[in-house]
């Protein structure tokens, strides 16, 4: 059969679109957007003994943190924190207060559920973290990095590192399967060899390869929730943050759903995903802590 290769973009003509429309494709994507044709090919990650090999690369078992070179014999290393929020405090221009003295840490290959009714904030913190919004007061630290007052490039490369898996998707409507995962890769500059190369694993890891020539609007909702997992973590994030993933989907659906954020997180992803339904929460055995009312309550540890 033949492979599904994305389609062919001039680069130029993606350069010539208004910049409201680049603006809006590189938010909504969370997309980096090439400034020109002469897209720089990013660095792979350097092999790690005994990192896990997934969608053609090797998965590190985290994003650079300052470790000790180090240990004390006799003693275990410290798990680097991927996630550090201290005293973040999120108020809105119209007076509306999302979150209060939220403190939070999430360690390099941690998975954590966030519960919480409608409303109490849980989508604001996933925001805050991939930079789509700013505190009010407060320090967010990713992969010790200050999210916060990062801009422009500095900003778009650490997005680079952080899968996002919205509650409605967000397909491209005219693009196949395999387009819309190719996608990310084909705009932060990846040769199409090693677009190829990554994309049958993703599309393989969510069970869709036999879908890869389908448009979104022939898939059922599951199905396309899986397609923006393959999406979010094709190029290998060390985050991987998930809102509301299985919010529009049946309790099958939402049971595939966790179970292929479980595998993500047991080769070595960060995992944060947002839910009300209790019921999932309770089927997995992982940490959870609930927003409500803008503040932060440990549930289990």
Not at 31 to 45: E, F, G, Q, T
Not at 261 to 266: I, T, V
Not at 286 to 298: A, D, E, F, M, S
């Amino acid at each position: 059969m033949r492979p599904a290769m994305p389609r062919s973009t001039d680069d130029s003509r993606l350069n010539q679109l208004p910049e409201s429309v680049r603006a809006h494709l590189q938010e909504r994507f969370q997309l980096v957007v090439p400034a020109s044709s002469s897209a720089v090919k990013p660095v792979p990650p350097r092999p790690q003994s005994g990192s896990p090999e997934v969608f053609g690369a090797t998965v590190p078992t985290g994003v650079p943190v300052d470790v000790p070179a180090a240990v004390p014999s006799g003693e275990a290393a410290p798990t680097p924190a991927m996630v550090a929020m201290e005293k973040v405090e999120k108020i809105y221009p119209n007076g509306s207060t999302a979150l209060t003295n939220v403190s939070l840490t999430v360690n390099q290959g941690d998975f954590l559920f966030v519960t919480g009714p409608s409303g109490s904030g849980k989508s604001t913190l996933l925001k805050l973290l991939y930079g789509y919004e700013r505190p009010t007061a407060g320090e967010i630290l990713v992969a010790n990095e200050p999210i916060a007052k990062l801009r422009g490039n500095k900003l778009a490369m650490m997005r680079r590192r952080i899968g996002v898996v919205f509650q409605d998707y967000k397909l491209l409507p005219r693009r196949t399967v395999a387009e819309n995962v190719a996608f990310v890769l084909w705009a932060q500059g990846f040769t199409r060899k090693e677009i190829h190369r990554r994309l049958w694993p993703a599309l393989k890891m969510v069970g869709l390869q036999h879908k890869a020539q389908c448009f979104p609007d022939e898939l059922s909702g599951g199905e396309q929730q899986r397609v923006s997992i393959a999406r979010a973590v094709v190029n290998t994030p060390p985050l991987l943050l998930a809102d509301e993933p299985t919010g529009n989907l049946d309790a099958d659906n939402s049971l595939q759903v966790i179970k292929i954020l479980k595998k993500l997180n047991s080769i070595g992803i960060t995992v944060i995903v947002t839910t009300h339904d209790e019921h999932l929460v309770r089927l997995s055995n992982h940490p959870v802590v609930q927003i409500k009312n803008g503040r932060l309550h440990y549930l289990v540890r």
